[in-house]
Structures are given as C-alpha cells and as structure tokens.
C-alpha cells in the first residue's frame, strides 16, 4: 500500500480473525473456489486453475493500495466487522445469500440479521438469474 491509502485494520473477536487481504492469501483461496459444493451459492461456478485465483486475488490487493477497494480475510476467531462498523459510525449491515443456501441463511439469522427480502434474478450464473435473499442488520 502507498502512504496515500488508508490501511484497513486487523478485526479480532474470540472467534475470528479478519486481516487486509494479501496476494498470498491466493494459496489458501483456491482450495475453496475450486470446490463445486463451496461455490454452489456463489456468483460465480467454481475456478479450478490456481492461476485465475492468484490473479484475482492479485488484482483486489491492487485495488486496496489504490485506495479503491477494501477486502478482508477471514483468518480463524463475527463480531469483529459489527464492532469496526459501530465503532465508525455505520448504523446498518447488508448482507445477501443465493436462495436455498439455509447454511448461510442460518449464519446470518445466528448473527442478528433479520431477513429483509428477496432480490429476483438478482444474479446471473450458468445462463440463468438467480433470486438473492437480503439481510440486514442495524447496529
């Protein structure tokens, strides 16, 4: 990152631990954009060459050292992004899900979030628009 752009924080609960994303994090990425069962909620179908993977990781670590993207990694340690939004001023989280994605569904809800609708043909994948379920939370 250049001096000019502001350096994300490292958000720490008891449970996770969520740190600026680095181009190396491409490693550990991979294995869970390649798998068909991950990515079956995802926007996108699974990538299973590691080179595309580096490439877009590469590329959003990029885009934080230009001060025009922020992105976390999820370490290990929900809190911690609910804590650092409160702390700075932000009132309300979104957050979205593919529908029938219960586990992801039963996260959110596990977490305070409140269901607040469903986006029709919010995501084209595979030649079809998928509906998105959308939760919210105040803070």
């Not at 294995?31 to 877009?56: G, K, L, N, T, Y």
């Not at 370490?75 to 593919?98: E, I, K, Q």
């Amino acid at each position: 990152m250049d001096s000019k752009s502001p350096r994300l924080p490292i958000l720490e609960t008891g449970r996770l631990r969520l740190e600026p994303i680095v181009a190396e994090d491409a490693e550990w990425i991979f294995p869970m954009m390649a798998d068909r069962e991950v990515m079956a909620f995802w926007d996108v179908p699974e990538i299973d060459d590691p080179d595309v993977i580096a490439s877009i990781v590469a590329g959003q670590a990029e885009e934080m050292a230009q001060g025009r993207g922020a992105y976390w990694a999820i370490r290990t340690l929900p809190d911690a992004v609910t804590a650092y939004a409160a702390a700075n001023g932000l009132r309300r989280l979104l957050a979205r899900t593919h529908l029938g994605n219960r586990r992801s569904d039963t996260l959110l809800e596990r977490l305070g979030f409140q269901e607040e609708g469903i986006l029709r043909g919010h995501v084209e994948r595979d030649g079809e628009r998928r509906d998105c379920r959308l939760f919210g939370l105040l803070l």
